[in-house]
């Protein structure tokens, strides 16, 4: 059982998540909510939206959640049980000042955890995360919440059938999806409360895998990848649909397979969406993407944006920088993407439907959209490297590193990304494990392993000297 202190390794860099039981309890949760709350009274904010995906224990922590934020003065709006993008519309639309979602994401289903975006659609910064902590690890053994007459006050909200129409509104021409079918793996997953009905209104067809929620997740693991999605692409074959869409568990993001059942790298997704959000643009607008993303991204959209800027690694940062940077589109590797001209958070629900709109514009098939794109070899290994030393190694190496290539070549705001002329290397620590990352991408195949055979040498060898 979870002891009486709230355990400080839950609170990650842009997220809280721990195993229920293990790490997570309706006590440890209850004095979350009462830390956010303590959090959002010290910045004049007093207005919280709160929801939760389909796991087992979401509502029981939702539910704890909503009474430690009570407790300290602070008003709840519950949207209830539904996907991340209806709990982050509902705080965006209602101008509310935080929006927190109880979810565990991708995680296994013993997993939970909390999800913290402000009312404008920006995922809080590890900053923030750190100074909840530190107030719930302050008031772990007991704290005393406001007077009986300034509790916050609570309502109940359902936002869905909103959260539909807005969506509706920007596909609402009837001839726009006419003929195109897709299928749709919900997983189980949160969505499966909404993308039906999404497809339904704005009349593309679709095929829909799993749709009922069940927190087991009993058809493939809430993270949608390549070993997982079978079921997906027997469906796109047999079907012969457009092509394929699988959501997480809670719908942030979304794997797109291709009419020949190839699954597209997030770096191909986001290049085909940012050629179509790109053109048609009336101003100078940028391209966000991760430093692990594609040279894709520069070679296939330089020309079409004014600027590309490579941000850390962690989907809040998407968020953060997208209205700072006038950008059209952000890609994270991971499968994430922001869509400023839809909303200014990561919600999936939008990017099969801009495909299927894409498709109907060029009359292409996804398969050709995807031949069309270069392909450059990419591989990442793992060297073990104790966390005491892993980030001095870090640190080492951009120095000898900078003064090797130069400041112009070298990116440090998220490990080492050294930039060539046929290829790149980025050297990350990792911020959970024992390790340092080593990604390489090259031109061609013997590009790579030339990067990646002196590269991976020159970390094991700073490694080395500093352990």
């Excluded at 939206?49 to 709840?76: E, P």
């Excluded at 969406?273 to 296939?300: H, W």
Aim: glycine letters at 8%; one cysteine or more; a negative charge.
């Amino acid at each position: 059982m979870v002891g009486e202190i709230v355990p400080a390794h839950i609170f990650r860099a842009y997220d809280i998540r721990g195993i229920y039981n293990e790490d997570l309890s309706p006590w440890t949760m209850q004095r979350i909510g009462f830390a956010l709350g303590m959090y959002a009274r010290e910045r004049n904010e007093r207005s919280v939206v709160v929801g939760n995906d389909i796991r087992a224990t979401s509502i029981m922590f939702v539910n704890a959640l909503i009474s430690g934020l009570l407790y300290a003065g602070v008003d709840v709006t519950d949207v209830g049980t539904t996907s991340f993008g209806v709990c982050a519309f509902s705080g965006w639309l209602l101008k509310k000042d935080i929006v927190a979602y109880v979810t565990a994401s991708h995680l296994p289903p013993e997993w939970n955890g909390l999800k913290l975006y402000t009312g404008e659609g920006v995922g809080f910064q590890a900053e923030a995360n750190e100074k909840i902590r530190a107030i719930a690890m302050a008031t772990s053994k007991g704290y005393d919440g406001v007077p009986w007459s300034e509790i916050g006050h609570y309502h109940r909200l359902d936002m869905r059938e909103e959260y539909i129409e807005y969506i509706a509104r920007r596909f609402n021409r009837p001839e726009l999806f006419e003929g195109r079918r897709i299928a749709v793996d919900c997983g189980n997953g949160s969505m499966g409360l909404v993308a039906p009905d999404v497809m339904r209104r704005v009349h593309l067809s679709a095929h829909v895998l799993f749709p009922e929620p069940d927190p087991a997740f009993p058809n493939r693991p809430s993270e949608p990848s390549e070993s997982t999605l079978g079921a997906l692409k027997s469906e796109i074959e047999r079907a012969g649909v457009d092509f394929g869409a699988a959501f997480d568990g809670d719908g942030d993001r979304v794997v797109i397979v291709d009419d020949h059942g190839r699954v597209l790298s997030a770096d191909q997704c986001g290049t085909i969406l940012g050629k179509a959000l790109l053109k048609e643009q009336k101003r100078p607008v940028s391209v966000l993407a991760n430093v692990e993303c594609s040279m894709l991204i520069e070679r296939e959209l330089g020309d079409l944006c004014s600027s590309i800027y490579r941000v850390p690694v962690g989907h809040t940062f998407l968020t953060r920088e997208a209205k700072r940077t006038n950008a059209a589109l952000g890609i994270e590797s991971s499968g994430h993407y922001v869509i400023p001209s839809f909303f200014p958070f990561d919600d999936a629900m939008v990017v099969p439907l801009i495909i299927a709109e894409i498709l109907t514009g060029t009359g292409r098939r996804l398969s050709e959209l995807v031949d069309e794109l270069p392909s450059f070899p990419k591989e990442r290994r793992n060297l073990e490297c104790a966390d005491s030393v892993k980030f001095k190694v870090i640190d080492s190496l951009a120095a000898s590193l900078r003064a090797e290539y130069g400041d112009k070549n070298i990116n440090t705001m998220d490990g080492i990304r050294i930039d060539l002329e046929d290829g790149w290397v980025l050297i990350r620590a990792s911020n959970t494990s024992p390790m340092i990352r080593v990604t390489v991408e090259g031109s061609t195949e013997a590009v790579k392993q030339k990067l990646m055979d002196e590269f991976v040498r020159r970390t094991g060898e700073a490694i080395k000297e500093l352990s």
